[in-house]
């Protein structure tokens, strides 16, 4: 069971939301400040924390700025009302993981809070395991069907990337900015190249496919 | 009112007859004595009659040039400081006053005239605040009740006990306050654009880049309605704008490429590049757009084809306009009935383009 521990003065929203985690099979604990988020982790565990920025007290900012302290990796989402630039830099500067801008569509919330807790999983174990492949980020290798394939460093990280996102759709660019080095002058067409020879390599798994969408981007579909 | 008492009667000043007859008193004078110097020195007839006519030139020049001076003091260069001024606020800027020419016991018709304007410009301005006041603070309000209404929708659709009819009702509700919200959002986002001391964030990024992750956003819709998109955005493309508020564009216009075009249709988008800009052009194979809805469709509120009312709240185009005003760019759109519709838009690539040609 996860627990998911939402903080929120807005009392409607609080209870509404915790109700809508615990529909979906979530175990959710709602606090209205600060003060009693920090009485609830003190006594138990939490695998994903919800929070409004603008509480009576201390705030959101310093919620997170706090909890990130003592904890790294525990993903954090904010629910706010604002939806100006710099509160999004401010609060992704503070480690959080996700900003959603009220009113929340309930909807969302889920798939983002099920992307965010598959992400830290993933993360913490370092490993990926989809049908017949497993990954394993610390020892880079990529076991297919128990027969090891030979994979270079950049080849892994961005397999292991679409895999981490899988159904995400991300743009040439976005690749090329992530693994390749910042002064590349390499045309976008070297992503195809890759994706052509891990396509190549991968053909023998069975649990996904790398599509290509609209011919302007990939993404890993389970 | 005491002011009016007070306008000077402009129609014979006594101070300007005086000046007036005492310079054509001197005038005159000179052009005796000339005529009794000549006439000593016992000139020719025909020099005496050239010196005098050289003379009278003179004067008439003089006078013209004296009289143009006090013209363009008087009237044309306040004229011409009310006419940047009107400009200014005909632009948007309320912040405009301009002092009067004269001090208060010597105003005229043109300093009321200026004192009115100022009023104007005031009362304009204050409106102004009360609207966009008016807004920042009513759409929380409207905001907060809203969401109560989409959250309760959603957890009621969660219910396992509900008829298909009840959860009908339920979607009905839920998709109504959506678009609700969607139309207090954009009203607050034209409305922030609209005043003007926004300032633009410029940052140097992909242009192409962020209308691929725009498209990547539409795919479900695309894929449903099986709708062919090819795009030439293969390279990295940099310019300097607002991110976020280009974003706004691309959004607005696929989404309305995918409203409008019909199963199986196709959207295609293609660059051009120049010097200092970029023309981006996306066209869709969709219904198409009559004369009279090209004129009006970046007006606020406005919908063309009302079969697709539903989807929309007609801001859409109005708030591209205005980002793409912002930022000395254009829009234009090319469209035909049942074959399709192109819009272009034109972008400066670097930032002190629109600050060259603005000035």
């Avoid at chain 1, 939402?6 to 099979?25: M, P, Q, W, Y």
């Avoid at chain 1, 929340?104 to 965010?116: G, K, M, Q, S, Y």
Wanted: charge should be negative.
């Amino acid at each position: 069971m996860i627990h998911i521990l939402v903080v929120e003065d807005d009392e409607n929203l609080n209870k509404t939301a915790c109700s809508f985690l615990r529909s979906s099979g979530f175990d959710a604990v709602g606090c209205l400040s600060t003060e009693e988020a920090y009485d609830a982790m003190y006594n138990n565990l939490f695998e994903l924390i919800i929070s409004d920025i603008m509480m009576p007290g201390i705030d959101g900012f310093e919620f997170a700025e706090s909890v990130r302290k003592v904890n790294k990796t525990v993903p954090i989402l904010f629910m706010s009302a604002r939806d100006d630039l710099p509160s999004k830099q401010k609060g992704f500067q503070l480690g959080i993981d996700d900003y959603m801008v009220k009113p929340i569509d309930f909807e969302e919330l889920l798939l983002r809070v099920r992307a965010l807790l598959r992400r830290a999983n993933v993360e913490m174990e370092r490993k990926l395991t989809i049908g017949n492949l497993t990954m394993d980020a610390d020892a880079m290798t990529a076991i297919i069907a128990g027969e090891e394939v030979p994979i270079t460093t950049r080849e892994f990280n961005i397999m292991y990337k679409l895999l981490s996102y899988p159904n995400k759709t991300f743009s040439r660019a976005q690749l090329m900015d992530e693994f390749w080095g910042i002064d590349t002058d390499a045309s976008l067409r070297a992503v195809d190249v890759y994706v052509t020879k891990l396509r190549d390599k991968f053909s023998g798994c069975d649990g996904f496919k790398i599509v290509t969408v609209r011919g302007l981007g990939y993404k890993a579909v389970i | 009112m005491n002011q009016k008492d007070k306008i000077r009667q402009s129609h014979l000043p006594v101070r300007y007859f005086g000046i007036t007859f005492l310079v054509m008193l001197l005038v005159a004078g000179v052009h005796a004595g000339l005529i009794l110097l000549l006439t000593m020195l016992e000139l020719w007839s025909g020099v005496t009659a050239a010196i005098i006519i050289i003379y009278w030139i003179m004067m008439a020049a003089l006078f013209v040039l004296i009289t143009n001076k006090q013209m363009v003091k008087y009237y044309e260069t306040p004229m011409k400081e009310l006419a940047k001024a009107t400009n200014a606020v005909a632009k948007g800027d309320f912040s405009v006053y301009m002092p009067p020419i004269h001090t208060a016991d010597k105003l005229d018709y043109l300093d009321v005239m200026i004192m009115d304007f100022n009023k104007m410009v005031e009362e304009l301005g204050s409106i102004e605040t009360l609207k966009t006041d008016f807004f920042s603070n009513v759409s929380h309000e409207i905001k907060t009740p809203l969401a109560v209404i989409s959250n309760y929708a959603q957890l009621l659709l969660r219910q396992d006990n509900l008829t298909e009819e009840e959860k009908d009702y339920v979607k009905n509700i839920l998709s109504a306050s959506k678009k609700l919200t969607e139309l207090i959002t954009n009203i607050l986002k034209i409305n922030k654009l609209e005043k003007q001391n926004i300032n633009p964030e410029i940052v140097r990024f992909d242009v192409n880049e962020q209308i691929c992750n725009c498209i990547f956003q539409f795919e479900e819709k695309l894929t449903q309605k099986e709708i062919e998109l090819t795009a030439e955005l293969d390279e990295r493309l940099f310019i300097e704008a607002d991110a976020s508020l280009l974003e706004l564009v691309w959004n607005n216009l696929l989404s309305n490429a995918v409203k409008f075009t019909d199963q199986g249709g196709t959207i295609d988008i293609k660059e051009e590049i120049s010097e200092d800009t970029v023309t981006i052009m996306i066209s869709d194979s969709g219904c198409g757009m009559s004369e009279e809805t090209m004129q009006h469709v970046f007006d606020k509120f406005y919908q063309g084809d009302t079969s697709h009312a539903m989807e929309g709240n007609g801001l859409g185009m109005a708030l591209v306009f205005r980002i793409l005003q912002m930022f000395g760019g254009e829009i234009s759109v090319k469209s035909e009935l049942s074959c399709g519709t192109t819009f272009s838009i034109v972008l400066p690539k670097y930032y002190d383009y629109i600050k060259r040609k603005k000035s």
